[in-house]
C-alpha cells in the first residue's frame, strides 16, 4: 500500500501517485485570452524611481529566441550565454524593479521564482550586460553599483543551527565579493537582541557595506515546511525568521531593493508582523503573468519546439496548444486578471519528450505539499468529487492564513498549485469566487490522492493504472469490450461512498465521470437528456484526431427489465443530435444499463 507521510503543513516530497501514468491527449473547450499586460502608471513614483522610468511602450516582438529548452537550469546568466530559451517577462520585472520595494511574491513550486531572482540579480550586478534583445533593454536606466546577496532558505536544514549556518555562509561570500568588513560594528546601532549569528552578519553587512544592498531571499518559507517538523520545532524555525527579517527591515534604508519569494503566503500572525508593510504582489493581477507560461509565450517563445512536438505527434499546432493548456495550464493567478498560465516545468517536459504523450507531471514538476490536499479531502462529509471540482472561496479568503498550524484548506492549495481561482455567475447574475482543479493534472493527482489515502476502502496505485489503461485502450483502440470491463472494475473498487452509490443515476453518473477523469480523459457531464438519462462525454485523441465518446447510462433497479430500458436509451441516444455539431464521424456513441444489484455493466450496445 502506497503510504504518504503527513505532517501538519505540508510533505515536501513528492507524491508519486500516477506519477508515470500516460494519458491520451484530448483538446476540449481552451478558450484563449491575450491582452496587453496593463501599465502600473497609476502608481506614485519618488523623484529618483521617475528618472529610471522609461514611459515609451516595451517592444511586443517575441520571436522565438534560437537554443534548447532551458530544462531546469534556473541560473539567467547561465541560459543567456549558453543559448537556451528565455521567455520574455523583463517588461514585468521591469515595473518591479524600478521601485525600491520590499516586495514580498508566493507562486507554487518549480513556476520560476528563482530563475527571476537570479535575472533580477544579473540585473542589478550588471546591468543590461545579458538582456540584449529583451524588452528591458534600453529602458533599464540604473547604472548604480549595487551589492547583491541572494540566499536561498531552500535547503532541508534539520535544525535551527543547520539554517544559521547557511545564512553566514551566504552573506560572507557576499562580503568577501563586495570587500565589506563584517567585523567592524558601526557601535550598536540595531538596538536588537540577537540569539542567532546569521541575522547579526546580515545586519553588519547591511550597516558596513559601502554601496547600497540588493537583497533577495528565495524560498523563505520552506524551513516552515519540511517534512516530519513538529510543532515545537516550527515555531523554532519561525524565531529564527523573524529575527532575521527583523534585522533587515531595521537596515532598510541601505537596501536599494528587496524580494522575498516563497509558496504559502505570509501568515497573519505576530510572528511574521515585520512582513506587515511588504508590498505583496501575489494578488496583483498586473503581475499574475510574471511567473509561467502564457499560451503566447509558448508560441512566441518556443515555436521551433511546438512545431517539432506537433511533427513528431502528428498533430496540428494549434491543437497541440490547446491540449498543452488543458493538461497543464488553467493557472489563473489572481481573481480579476483575464491570464491563465501554464506550469513551466511540465510543459518543458512535455516538449523535451513529446513521444512520451500527455504523462501527469503535476506530481513531481508543482504538487508538494501532498499532505495539504490529503486533510483537506479528508474534512469533506459528502460529495467528493463535487467538492473537488468546486470550492467556494471569497475575495478576501484567498489572503486568510492564520500561520503554518491550522492553514485554510482553501487558500492552501490555491497557493500551492492544486487550485485555481475562477468567477462565475449565480443564480442572481452577480459574480461569485470559487477555486477549482486548473488542468487535467492536478485532477487526477487529487483523485489519485483520494482512492489510494483518504477513501474508506483504499485502491492501490496499480489498480488505478489498470482501470486507466483499459479506459484509454477501449476509447483510442475502439474495443468497447476493453471499456466496459475497465468500467466495471472501476465501478467495484471507485466508489465515494459504497452504501448510496448505486442508489440512482446521478450518482452512477458521477462515478463513471470520475473514472473518466481519474483515466486522464477531458470528461464533462451535459444535462440530463431525453428520457430523463444523463450523458457523459469524454473527448481525446485517437491518432492525434479529435475523437468524442458520448456515454449515455440507466440504473436498472430490482424487477426493471434491463433489455428495455438499454432499447429505451438507445433509441434516444440515437436521436440525440450533438451540442457541439460534432459530426458522427469523429463521435462514438455508446448506451449502457447498470444493475443495481450486482453493481456492474450488464448490458452495453455501441451505436
Not at 301 to 328: H, I, N, P
Not at 502 to 521: H, K, M, P
Not at 564 to 578: I, K
Amino acid at each position: 500500500m502506497f503510504r504518504l507521510r503527513l505532517h501538519p503543513l505540508a510533505d515536501r516530497d513528492h507524491i508519486h501517485v500516477l506519477k508515470n501514468l500516460s494519458v491520451m491527449p484530448h483538446s476540449f473547450g481552451i478558450r484563449f485570452i491575450f491582452s496587453e499586460k496593463p501599465r502600473k502608471d497609476n502608481i506614485p513614483r519618488t523623484c529618483s524611481e521617475t528618472d529610471n522610468y522609461n514611459n515609451e511602450a516595451f517592444m511586443t516582438d517575441n520571436s522565438a529566441i534560437p537554443g534548447a529548452l532551458p530544462g531546469t537550469v534556473s541560473n539567467f546568466e547561465e541560459l543567456r550565454s549558453s543559448g537556451r530559451i528565455y521567455v520574455d517577462k523583463t517588461d514585468y520585472i521591469f515595473e518591479i524593479a524600478v521601485f525600491n520595494g520590499p516586495f514580498i511574491l508566493t507562486r507554487p513550486a518549480n513556476f520560476g521564482k528563482t530563475l527571476l531572482l537570479s535575472t533580477l540579480a544579473s540585473l542589478f550586478s550588471h546591468g543590461t550586460r545579458y538582456f540584449e534583445g529583451l524588452k528591458i533593454a534600453g529602458h533599464w536606466k540604473d547604472s548604480g553599483e549595487y551589492n547583491v546577496v541572494t540566499i536561498d532558505f531552500g535547503g532541508s536544514f534539520e535544525t535551527v543551527k543547520s539554517l544559521d549556518s547557511h545564512v553566514c555562509t551566504a552573506v560572507e561570500k557576499a562580503a568577501h565579493q563586495s570587500d565589506t568588513d563584517l567585523y567592524a560594528r558601526k557601535g550598536d546601532s540595531l538596538h536588537i537582541p540577537m540569539t542567532h549569528r546569521g541575522p547579526e552578519l546580515i545586519g553588519t553587512f547591511l550597516e558596513n557595506s559601502k554601496n547600497k544592498t540588493v537583497l533577495l531571499i528565495d524560498n523563505y518559507d520552506t524551513p516552515l515546511s519540511l517534512p516530519g517538523l513538529s510543532e515545537e520545532q516550527i515555531k523554532a524555525f519561525s524565531h529564527y525568521l523573524t529575527e532575521f527579517f527583523t534585522v533587515v527591515n531595521s537596515c532598510i534604508g541601505n537596501l536599494r531593493f528587496l524580494l522575498v519569494t516563497g509558496v504559502m503566503p505570509v501568515p497573519l500572525s505576530e510572528m511574521f508582523a515585520v512582513f506587515n508593510g511588504y508590498i505583496s504582489l501575489t494578488l496583483d493581477s498586473e503581475n499574475a503573468a510574471l511567473l509561467g507560461f502564457t499560451p503566447e509565450d509558448v508560441s512566441g517563445f518556443m515555436g521551433k519546439e511546438l512545431a517539432r512536438a506537433a511533427q513528431v505527434t502528428g498533430c496540428e499546432e494549434k491543437q497541440l496548444l490547446r491540449s498543452l493548456c488543458r493538461y497543464y495550464g488553467g493557472y489563473r493567478m489572481t481573481i480579476d486578471s483575464p491570464a491563465e498560465v501554464i506550469n513551466p516545468r511540465s510543459l518543458i517536459r512535455f516538449l523535451t519528450h513529446p513521444e512520451a504523450g500527455f504523462r501527469n507531471y503535476w506530481p513531481e514538476s508543482g504538487g508538494r505539499y501532498a499532505s495539504l490536499a490529503v486533510n483537506w479531502l479528508r474534512s469533506i462529509q459528502d460529495d467528493v468529487l463535487g467538492s473537488i471540482l468546486e470550492v467556494l472561496s471569497g475575495p478576501y479568503s484567498l489572503k486568510e492564513n492564520y500561520g503554518y498550524i491550522g492553514t485554510p484548506p482553501g487558500s492552501a492549495l490555491y497557493h500551492t498549485g492544486y487550485l485555481s481561482v475562477r468567477t462565475i455567475k449565480n443564480e442572481l447574475g452577480r459574480r461569485r469566487v470559487i477555486l477549482t482543479p486548473p488542468n487535467l493534472n492536478t485532477i487526477v493527482t487529487l483523485l489519485a490522492i483520494y482512492f489510494t489515502l483518504v477513501s474508506e476502502t483504499p485502491v492501490s496505485e496499480s489498480d488505478i493504472g489498470d482501470i486507466a489503461s483499459g479506459v484509454r485502450e477501449g476509447l483510442t483502440g475502439g474495443y468497447p469490450e476493453a471499456l466496459v470491463a475497465a468500467l466495471n472494475r472501476g465501478l467495484a473498487l471507485l466508489s465515494f461512498d459504497r452504501r448510496d452509490s448505486f442508489e440512482n443515476g446521478r450518482n452512477l453518473r458521477d462515478i463513471i465521470f470520475t473514472i473518466l477523469l481519474l483515466s486522464g480523459l477531458a470528461a464533462e457531464r451535459p444535462d440530463t437528456g431525453s428520457s430523463g438519462a444523463a450523458d457523459i462525454t469524454a473527448e481525446y485523441l485517437k491518432n492525434w484526431k479529435i475523437c468524442r465518446t458520448v456515454i449515455r447510462t440507466r440504473l436498472a433497479g430490482a424487477g426493471e427489465d434491463a433489455g428495455a430500458l438499454l432499447a429505451e436509451t438507445e433509441a434516444g441516444l440515437r436521436n440525440a443530435a450533438p451540442e457541439d455539431g460534432t459530426t458522427a464521424e469523429n463521435t462514438v456513441k455508446m448506451a449502457m444499463v447498470v444493475s443495481a444489484a450486482e453493481r456492474k455493466i450488464t448490458l452495453w450496445k455501441k451505436l
